[in-house]
Nanobody, 129 residues
């Protein structure tokens, strides 16, 4: 029932920045745990970042720590991912994900795709030199 729509992807040079957005509908956004994953060609979907019920409750993959920032605006039913200092290895389709109920999985980094119940269609991020 929950729908997620990502936007903001595109082509950017090495060292550049992008801001991804994910708008949720069909549920109560403020109760969702939200995440961003990415998938490059030939690779499995991997965890990027997650956020609980506030902007102070966040997790990041080691590969993006210090470069990416996840945030949420419950008034807009939107979660964001700010991507800075982009590298070619960041090239992937980025997916927004929602967990309808923040539970036991969120006592640790929610890095498994199985934690999340709903997924967007993805937005392409390409980093080129």
């Amino acid at each position: 029932q929950v729908q997620l729509v990502e936007s903001g992807g595109g082509l950017v040079q090495v060292g550049g920045s992008l801001r991804l957005s994910c708008v949720a509908s069909g549920g109560t956004f403020s109760t969702y745990g939200m995440g961003w994953f990415r998938q490059a060609p030939g690779k499995e979907r991997e965890f990027v970042a997650a956020i609980g019920w506030s902007n102070d409750n966040t997790w990041y993959a080691d590969s993006v720590q210090g470069r990416f920032t996840i945030s949420r605006d419950d008034a807009k039913n939107t979660v964001y991912l700010q991507l800075n200092s982009l590298k070619p290895e960041d090239t992937a389709v980025y997916y927004c994900a929602a967990d309808h109920e923040v539970g036991g999985s969120w006592y640790r980094k929610p890095e498994s795709v199985g934690v999340f119940d709903y997924w967007g269609q993805g937005t392409q991020v390409t980093v080129s030199s």
